[in-house]
């Protein structure tokens, strides 16, 4: 278990990101957490070790980078994993198979996959609903929900959930709430601040930041659940190896850098995209035409460089996918460069089409990640790629 330190949590959240979690190196005293590319340590003797046995129980990379995140979340115990689906799986593992678990409905493809075609298999039930509302969380609750799963910003529809009154509803019906914080960041939003047990992250996204990792943690406060995943953690060895670690650790010192760029590049586009005659419509929760903006702006600090906007038909989707120049056609998000996707043949492919199209999710939108380029290149991007779109 590795558990964060009074002294993480002291400082701002800039300063955090670039401090918190770090030790000094023992031998050469480098400034930069040194890469333990190692799977076993050396012992004294008998029962006799530094705290170090076996890689996949403690690396010394990988603590640095759970301490670090999870003092960004201003939490006390984290935990790193080989992908943000690995993460998703050792949270599922706390419940036992005839266990309910109440989740949103729009949720990233890859996490409605696992809960409905893996954890169904093994003896888990699922609800899905608009979490948008919480009353429809409530309503979904059973004698037997032990978990309730929110993912807001969601991907790709951006709509939110109430996290403080989702968290209620966790507490009244004895059930963990675990909140996906990927696309907000702890820049934005803390879960844990309103309500949340749990608190996951695909590191591969925003908290590296330069897609050129993969990998997932999750955050609790809990001692007892700590105890729990870390058990998990190791039994399941889903860990990742020391490398991605530096490289996501290395990626959050600049997070409150990036994310501000991002966010004030995202508001600038989506205000932009609204006024734009070749698009119908414009998701992004900072907007005040959003449905949820006033929740946006209570439980957020900032909006970030997700948005989604619908075409009105897949030919213009597709043309207009294809023919950006700065934006890149290609999975994930978070990155340093400007992405552009198609959720119904991509990310999201592996929902079922009538469920897409419930909540909003037409084959005709596409989803935004902007990055960190100059916003004047990225709107002339956008232009021309509209414009040839037709």
């Not at 309500?195 to 695909?202: I, K, N, P, Y």
């Not at 050129?212 to 105890?227: C, H, I, K, R, S």
């Not at 010192?253 to 501000?260: E, F, Q, V, W």
Request: glycine share 10%; aromatic share 6%; with cysteine.
């Amino acid at each position: 278990m590795t558990q964060v330190t009074p002294d993480d949590l002291k400082a701002r959240f800039g300063t955090r990101a670039v401090h918190a979690g770090h030790i000094p190196d023992p031998l050469a005293g480098a400034v930069m957490t040194p890469i333990y590319q190692t799977s076993t340590y050396i012992q004294d003797g008998l029962g006799r070790h530094k705290g170090y046995e076996y890689a996949r129980t403690r690396n010394p990379t990988r603590e640095v980078l759970e301490r670090n995140v999870a003092a960004l979340e201003g939490g006390r115990h984290g935990f790193a994993f080989a992908s943000g689906l690995a993460a998703l799986d050792a949270v599922l593992k706390l419940l036992s198979a005839g266990d309910h678990v109440v989740s949103g409905e729009n949720v990233y493809g890859g996490t409605h996959r696992q809960m409905t075609h893996v954890w169904t298999r093994l003896g888990l039930t699922f609800s899905f609903v608009d979490a948008t509302d919480p009353a429809n969380i409530a309503a979904a609750v059973t004698p037997k929900t032990r978990m309730i799963y929110a993912e807001t910003p969601t991907n790709p529809m951006m709509q939110l959930c109430d996290l403080a009154a989702a968290g209620e509803t966790a507490r009244a019906a004895n059930a963990l709430f675990v909140v996906d914080n990927t696309f907000a960041t702890p820049c934005f939003q803390r879960p844990l601040e309103l309500g949340a047990d749990v608190v996951l992250h695909s590191t591969t996204k925003y908290l590296n930041g330069h897609s050129d990792m993969v990998g997932g943690l999750l955050v609790v406060n809990q001692d007892d659940l700590a105890e729990r995943i870390g058990f998990l953690q190791n039994s399941a060895g889903a860990v990742p190896g020391p490398f991605d670690c530096w490289l996501a650790l290395r990626g959050a010192k600049t997070l409150a850098l990036r994310m501000r760029q991002h966010d004030a590049s995202g508001r600038r586009i989506a205000e932009w995209l609204t006024k734009h005659p070749k698009v119908e419509r414009v998701y992004y929760p900072g907007l005040p035409s959003h449905p949820q903006h006033d929740l946006a702006c209570r439980q957020m600090k900032g909006f970030g460089g997700m948005i989604s906007i619908e075409l009105g038909s897949v030919e213009r989707a597709r043309r207009f996918a294809e023919r950006t120049r700065i934006f890149v056609l290609a999975e994930s998000l978070g990155g340093v460069e400007s992405l552009i996707g198609h959720p119904a043949s991509m990310t999201h492919a592996s929902v079922p089409p009538e469920m897409r199209r419930a909540m909003g999710l037409t084959d005709s939108l596409v989803r935004l990640s902007v990055g960190i380029e100059d916003v004047e290149d990225l709107l002339g991007d956008l232009d021309q790629a509209l414009t040839v779109a037709g």
